[in-house]
């Protein structure tokens, strides 16, 4: 990975909602921690609200997973984006194409907070238009003053047509390995999955 300025990547978070690290990981990387997630048994998922596969704990399984959760770099960028800083778990997402099935991961449209929300995610697969995308919507972190919404801080597709401008509604597309720095308070979702498969890794920042 090529050296960035911490401070570039703090403005973007604060501008556009993410942060794009090309080559984080490499093939090999990502291809011992699919090897530790094949070895996981069934029973340590469970399906999301997109009807998504879900190990919500999955650096409990993997000492991989884990140096994911706990990376020094990451965990720096948080540090001084906000108080949502201390991670406490990684999600292992998987998300199938399902014949007559609409799947995504997240449930939908929608944010998590009110307030400034770190997260990670780490491409173990490749992603592209048609396998789910993680999808954010530029300059909407306190759009939910102004929209509605439903339980759970969802929103509807004619909301989002309505109010925001298609340029920015941002389709993060990138090769495995990528890994994507998100405040999860702008509004955002996992596009529906059309073909393949999407596994992702999500790691989990909390207040103290």
């Known amino acids: 990975m090529e050296v960035?300025?911490?401070?570039?990547?703090?403005?973007?978070?604060?501008?556009?909602?993410?942060?794009?690290?090309?080559?984080?990981?490499?093939?090999?990387?990502?291809?011992?921690?699919?090897?530790?997630?094949?070895?996981?048994?069934?029973?340590?998922?469970?399906?999301?609200?997109?009807?998504?596969?879900?190990?919500?704990?999955?650096?409990?399984?993997?000492?991989?997973?884990?140096?994911?959760?706990?990376?020094?770099?990451?965990?720096?960028?948080?540090?001084?984006?906000?108080?949502?800083?201390?991670?406490?778990?990684?999600?292992?997402?998987?998300?199938?194409?399902?014949?007559?099935?609409?799947?995504?991961?997240?449930g939908g449209w929608h944010f998590d907070k009110d307030e400034k929300q770190f997260k990670s995610f780490l491409y173990l697969t490749d992603v592209n238009e048609e396998n789910g995308p993680f999808t954010i919507i530029k300059n909407s972190a306190e759009a939910y003053k102004d929209i509605e919404w439903f339980s759970n801080n969802r929103i509807s597709q004619e909301t989002i047509d309505d109010y925001f401008n298609a340029e920015d509604i941002i389709q993060l597309t990138a090769p495995r390995g990528t890994v994507i720095l998100a405040d999860t308070s702008f509004v955002h979702r996992g596009a529906e999955i059309k073909n393949g498969q999407r596994i992702t890794l999500t790691t989990y920042f909390y207040w103290d």
């Open 4 to 106: 960035v300025d911490k401070q570039t990547i703090l403005d973007e978070l604060g501008t556009n909602g993410f942060y794009i690290l090309e080559n984080y990981y490499t093939n090999e990387q990502c291809d011992n921690i699919t090897k530790h997630i094949s070895a996981m048994p069934g029973y340590l998922f469970e399906q999301g609200q997109g009807g998504d596969l879900r190990c919500p704990n999955s650096q409990q399984h993997s000492n991989l997973i884990n140096d994911f959760r706990t990376d020094s770099f990451i965990q720096d960028i948080a540090n001084d984006y906000s108080d949502c800083n201390v991670a406490r778990r990684c999600q292992l997402g998987v998300v199938d194409a399902k014949e007559n099935e609409n799947v995504d991961s997240g």
